[in-house]
């Protein structure tokens, strides 16, 4: 549970001393005594039946939750995210091969083994075993690498999939971990701010706050479908269009962020121009042609992207409205935690359920599970409550007062898990309250 004085960081203490520790000497490590911890031995003894080996180490690496802040981080914008507890967790051995063998605790997803000299991800089929490629061949790169060491990795995962909480992320991030731990490399300071430009600022939540994460058992896969595709090309369409509104270099423009920092506007005046600039009504390829005064031709090839070269519409107004309105809850979030009113809780709580409104009117990113989802939670005490993640599916993140929490869990778990037209086996149920989960870590057995 996340309690109100606890911060509610992007960034925790403890990651924020991984984090100096690993730019400054490579992978933080820690050692324990595998058999007191239950899901390392359990693991470890796994990897063994599988493997006939035992692991080395074990890498892992945390899902998270976006509180607050719904597809504007693409378009040049704040959010604010949370790492969480639930993880993806790797036991690994290096091998004196080429040979990369992985294998994954789920039986739902089957082995993969490939040379790691010769890494092919097909983008056309959304594989598990693809994200852990994409780690390591991210890291394979930037080092230049072309003689890489073989390894067997067994991997075990906690956060539910397709669930919003960045479960294929921090299976990226936790391969590429495993593969600058092998080689025994470390990635400099000077690249990792060349890698990911962030900067993170701890914000306090006021006390007596519990955040609860609930999953709508529905899937999204971004990578098998073209709604988030074509979110992302509607709001650089919207950035083009409205830079030409305002006489600004447009074909230079990528992001709706770049328009309001050309114009030196805030956020509220940038809604404003968006009302001047844009129409309710979709748009067509043609008009934007007109817009921007460009051939069919020029769209295809120099805008677009190979997956939107079909779409017929493009809802210009919806999109860039969500973006600068988003972009300003998060601002107004951040102050609200700072300044820290009597009533703080309660706005933060109505600023979510703007949120949501936005995604669901706006962005259309929302489903009628998590609709109904949302309004379950509010029905039962929640003081806000929105989808996270990309959305279509996946889970929502209600902001529930402490002293009610219980209650809250049993409601909800009642009202949306078993009710009686829609039943659903308990390994699809997933509603918790969670707190700030630590960082990338390795672990070696003492």
């Not at 005594?33 to 035992?54: D, T």
């Not at 230079?252 to 809604?271: D, P, Y």
């Not at 990309?390 to 049993?410: E, H, K, N, R």
């Not at 909800?412 to 086996?425: G, K, M």
Request: with cysteine; charged share 20%; proline share 5%.
């Amino acid at each position: 549970m996340i309690i109100g004085s606890l911060p509610l960081p992007v960034e925790t203490a403890e990651e924020r001393r991984i984090r100096r520790y690993m730019t400054m000497e490579g992978p933080a490590t820690c050692r324990v005594q595998v058999a007191e911890h239950p899901r390392l031995l359990k693991l470890k003894e796994m990897f063994k039946s599988k493997f006939g080996s035992i692991p080395k180490f074990y890498a892992r690496a945390p899902g998270r939750v976006n509180i607050i802040g719904e597809h504007i981080d693409y378009c040049g914008y704040s959010v604010l995210p949370m790492a969480v507890e639930q993880d993806i967790l790797i036991a690994v051995e290096p091998l004196k091969t080429h040979t990369l063998q992985l294998a994954n605790t789920n039986p739902l997803y089957t082995d993969f083994n490939t040379s790691v000299n010769n890494i092919q991800i097909d983008k056309t089929k959304p594989q598990w075993h693809n994200y852990f490629l994409c780690g390591l061949k991210g890291i394979q790169e930037h080092f230049g690498l072309s003689n890489l060491t073989g390894m067997n990795c067994l991997v075990d995962g906690t956060i539910p999939p397709s669930s919003g909480l960045s479960s294929s992320s921090a299976l990226v991030c936790c391969a590429g971990l495993v593969t600058l731990t092998v080689l025994g490399m470390n990635l400099s300071k000077a690249k990792l701010i060349e890698f990911s430009p962030l900067r993170a600022t701890d914000v306090k939540l006021p006390s007596g706050a519990v955040f609860v994460i609930a999953s709508s058992c529905v899937q999204m896969n971004k990578a098998a479908t073209s709604h988030f595709n074509t979110r992302v090309m509607e709001c650089r369409l919207a950035a083009k269009v409205l830079a030409k509104y305002k006489s600004l270099q447009w074909d230079k423009v990528l992001r709706l962020e770049e328009v309001q920092a050309n114009l030196g506007v805030s956020l509220e005046e940038m809604l404003l121009i968006t009302e001047e600039a844009l129409h309710p009504e979709p748009y067509s390829p043609e008009e934007i042609c007109r817009c921007l005064e460009i051939s069919l031709q020029e769209l295809r090839t120099q805008i677009l992207s190979p997956n939107t070269q079909d779409v017929c519409v493009f809802k210009l107004y919806q999109r860039a409205k969500h973006v600068y309105s988003e972009a300003a809850r998060v601002l107004r979030f951040q102050q609200i935690c700072d300044d820290a009113p009597d009533r703080a809780v309660q706005l933060l709580g109505e600023l979510m359920d703007q949120s949501h409104v936005s995604c669901r009117d706006l962005y259309e990113c929302s489903c009628p599970e998590l609709d109904q989802l949302v309004d379950i939670c509010r029905k039962f005490g929640a003081q806000g409550s929105r989808l996270t993640g990309a959305g279509w599916g996946g889970c929502t993140v209600s902001l529930v007062p402490a002293d009610t929490l219980p209650s809250f869990l049993a409601n909800v778990h009642a009202a949306y898990y078993q009710r009686s037209d829609w039943r659903l086996a308990p390994e699809k149920q997933s509603l918790f309250a969670t707190k700030p989960g630590g960082g990338a870590l390795v672990f070696l057995e003492a």
